[in-house]
């Protein structure tokens, strides 16, 4: 006489519910506690965008470690100030408000948004500074 095994299979996932809100679909959400939500979200990227718009305001951004400094003036370190401060808007979304459920599609479309940016201004930085050589 055969073996009938268990017609469920509890190593299989349950079935997607999709009467489910979007946000509770979200497995890459973070769920940070009140230190990190403000340590992260809050006092990290202030100080991204910090440096972004001093950048701006001075048309000069610098990195670099001891050994090889690189310089850039002009409409390079405004995009290097909106590399970072695009980068600060993305980070700020993510970590502060990406688990606000009211204003679940606000975060996504800023985050959307900041991306976007982020990829234009190193888009904008890579062909000025990389390709055509103007520093």
């Not at 809100?21 to 202030?46: C, E, Y």
């Not at 590399?83 to 606000?106: D, L, P, S, Y």
């Amino acid at each position: 006489m055969p073996i009938v095994s268990d017609p469920i299979d509890k190593n299989l996932p349950a079935p997607l519910d999709y009467r489910r809100p979007v946000s509770d679909l979200r497995v890459d959400a973070p769920n940070p506690d009140f230190h990190s939500k403000w340590l992260f979200g809050a006092l990290l990227p202030i100080g991204i965008a910090t440096y972004g718009v001093i950048c701006i305001i001075r048309r000069v951004a610098e990195w670099g470690g001891n050994h090889s400094r690189l310089t850039v003036h002009g409409l390079n370190a405004v995009a290097v100030g909106m590399v970072f401060i695009t980068a600060a808007a993305f980070v700020h979304c993510r970590a502060f408000w990406g688990e606000v459920v009211q204003t679940h599609w606000i975060v996504e479309l800023s985050e959307i948004l900041a991306a976007i940016l982020f990829i234009v201004a190193l888009g904008t930085l890579i062909v000025r500074a990389g390709i055509y050589g103007i520093a």
